[in-house]
T-cell receptor, first 114, second 109 residues
Framework: GAVVSQHPSRVICKSGTSVKIECRSL??????MFWYRQFPKQSLMLMAT?????????EQGVEKDKFLINHASLTLSTLTVTSAHPEDSSFYIC??????????FGQGTRLTVV | GQNIDQPTEMTATEGAIVQINCTYQ??????LFWYQQHAGEAPTFLSY??LDGLEEKGRFSSFLSRSKGYSYLLLKELQMKDSASYLC??????????WGAGTKLIIKP
């Protein structure tokens, strides 16, 4: 199956700093990448849909100036959490949804803001 | 609005069978997915149903009834490693995945 590589898997940062999370599709061209956030004991929450070469589409309630998404190539999408605060601590996951039978997920990034 | 319901938590015994139900109300339907998620890890794909009926894959089976907006995931011969959360997701008319909150399955010896 397709492989989506997400990096880093864990990051701890100080409040007020920015963190970049990378998501790479290793064996296919990802025209569309999805970014999710998951708080403990809760389901996946779609944050935004990123399309290669165009601006991301954000879900209602997600601050686009805080969560910067770049999808400059068919194999790489990045999520940057700017001016991170403790409430941004969460599990962030990228995903590539195929037209067929499954969505492929990155390994996820556990962000802790102290 | 769109809604997916599944039980919050279930407990079963090693070696037994458990059925996790999922009911959905979505704008259109383009398939239903079941994912397994261990704590701290990303979800992994289990099954996909787009037509009514039962899909069997080893110890796991998934059933769909589109007219009832209902699916279940059946796990047989439960093993301790099956302790995880099981997520039901429906792809709507816009091909967006709508996720349930997940069912935490606890397996006891």
């Amino acid at each position: 199956g397709a492989v989506v590589s997400q990096h880093p898997s864990r990051v701890i940062c100080k409040s007020g700093t920015s963190v970049k999370i990378e998501c790479r599709s290793l064996d296919f061209q990802a025209t569309t990448m999805f970014w999710y956030r998951q708080f403990p004991k809760q389901s996946l929450m779609l944050m935004a849909t990123s399309n290669e070469g165009s601006k991301a589409t954000y879900e209602q309630g997600v601050e686009k100036d805080k969560f910067l998404i770049n999808h400059a190539s068919l194999t790489l999408s990045t999520l940057t959490v700017t001016s991170a605060h403790p409430e941004d601590s969460s599990f962030y996951i990228c995903s590539q949804q195929g037209d067929g039978t499954e969505a492929f997920f990155g390994q996820g990034t556990r962000l802790t803001v102290v | 609005g769109q809604n997916i319901d599944q039980p919050t938590e279930m407990t079963a015994t090693e070696g037994a069978i458990v059925q996790i139900n999922c009911t959905y109300q979505t704008s259109g339907f383009n398939g239903l997915f079941w994912y397994q998620q261990h704590a701290g890890e990303a979800p992994t794909f289990l099954s996909y149903n787009v037509l009514d009926g039962l899909e069997e894959k080893g110890r796991f089976s998934s059933f769909l009834s589109r007219s009832k907006g209902y699916s279940y995931l059946l796990l047989k011969e439960l093993q301790m490693k099956d302790s995880a959360s099981y997520l039901c997701a429906v792809r709507d008319q816009d091909y967006q995945l709508i996720w349930g909150a997940g069912t935490k399955l606890i397996i006891k010896p």
